[in-house]
């Protein structure tokens, strides 16, 4: 008996000086890291899930009345991390939280537990390069926002293969002659010569920007689109797609088979690979979604003076499901 009553006295006295130490531990944590330890608890739990998206604003995207830009000064210049700071935006957050005529797209972003930021004045398209904190393999999804300035040799080589090994890439291009900054090149320009003269492949994607100007509001949707996460997502179906002075899209299968129309110039065939208004295609790993048109995107508010139209919410509500379904499809949710 007494073997026993010792034996029991030392478990006892084990688990006393174990209990001892572990309060010991959480009385010595101030409450500032309390809060540390949870926020870094949550931000590892949404890792899993949590996509960060680039929008890029270097490439004169705010030029004359445009202002694709997610998040901007009072003085109209973009910045890199939104400000307010996206870890205050809640389910309510109204859109003009941010100054700029992408903020609705996103604030539509964090709200679904996203990360977003902008390459801006000083930043350099890269992939693969170590020095450069805004590197495209540190992103899931670039989105460019129909871009005023040609690309580089060596930034068409990053972008390309950053899509071939698994990125999303979001195209969107406007009408022809749609020169903001007067440098002679306007968006059809720029991404067709970004597609056809660059050192990894001519036509990657099976896409051209074809040189034309129209506008409306087309319900030729792909036929049998219930299971296109673009066209019938988490975010929704989507029925129309309205174009204020647009261009059109060419395929070609036959420089990617994947390249897929996916809403048409009302009457035109569904065969056609032509007139299309909405294209999506893979390229080895990754994704690539182009609409050639900036208005859908644009929410209708920007820095004072800018000649805004809110297309986000246009015809419905079908411009966002657009765009949010096809920015998840890139970031492969």
């Known amino acids: ?15 006393g000086i174990v209990f001892s130490c572990t309060t010991d531990k959480t009385e010595n944590i101030s409450p500032d890291s ?35 830009i997610i998040s901007e000064n009072s003085s109209g210049t973009p910045l890199r991390f939104p400000n307010p700071s996206i870890s205050t935006v809640t389910a309510s ?54 871009p005023n300035i040609l690309f580089t040799s060596s930034e068409k080589t990053a972008i390309l293969n950053f899509v071939k090994n698994g990125g999303g890439l979001f195209m969107i291009s406007d009408h022809n002659i749609s020169d903001r900054n007067n440098d002679g090149k306007d968006s059809p320009a720029i991404w067709n010569d970004f597609m056809q003269n660059n050192t990894v492949q001519t036509n990657p994607f099976g ?38 002075n ?54 209708g508010t920007a820095k004072p003076g800018k000649n805004v139209f809110p297309g986000w919410t246009d015809v419905s509500g079908n411009h966002a499901r657009l765009h949010m379904n096809a920015s998840l499809w890139l970031a492969k949710l």
């Not at 949404?46 to 445009?66: H, P, Q, S, W, Y």
């Not at 350099?124 to 540190?138: E, F, H, V």
């Not at 074809?210 to 509001?217: A, K």
């Not at 689109?225 to 029925?239: A, D, R």
């Open 1 to 15: 008996m007494n073997n026993k009553f010792q034996k029991l006295a030392v478990v006892l006295s084990i688990v």
């Open 246 to 299: 647009g261009a059109s899209i060419k395929i070609n299968k036959t420089a990617n088979t994947s390249a897929t129309g996916l809403i048409w110039q009302n009457s035109v065939s569904q065969t056609s690979t032509t007139k299309i208004m909405c294209a999506s295609a893979t390229y080895f790993s990754g994704r690539v979604v182009l609409i050639s048109d900036s208005s859908p995107a644009d929410d």
């Open 34 to 68: 309390q809060t540390k330890t949870i926020e870094n608890t949550t931000t590892q739990a949404r890792a899993t899930t949590t996509k960060k998206f680039l929008f890029d604003a270097i490439k004169a995207e705010n030029a004359g009345n445009a202002d694709w």
């Open 93 to 146: 957050t109204p859109e003009t939280y941010w100054q700029g005529a992408l903020s609705a797209w996103g604030i539509a972003l964090v709200k679904q537990g996203h990360t977003v930021e902008s390459i801006v004045s000083g930043g350099r398209i890269t992939y693969g390069d170590a020095s450069n904190a805004q590197d495209l393999s540190n992103y899931d999804v670039y989105v460019v926002d129909e």
């Open 207 to 244: 896409f051209t920007v074809e040189l034309t100007n129209f506008s409306q509001t087309s319900t030729n949707i792909l036929s049998n689109s219930s299971t296109n996460p673009i066209l019938n997502g988490s975010l929704g179906k989507v029925t129309q797609l309205k174009f204020n």
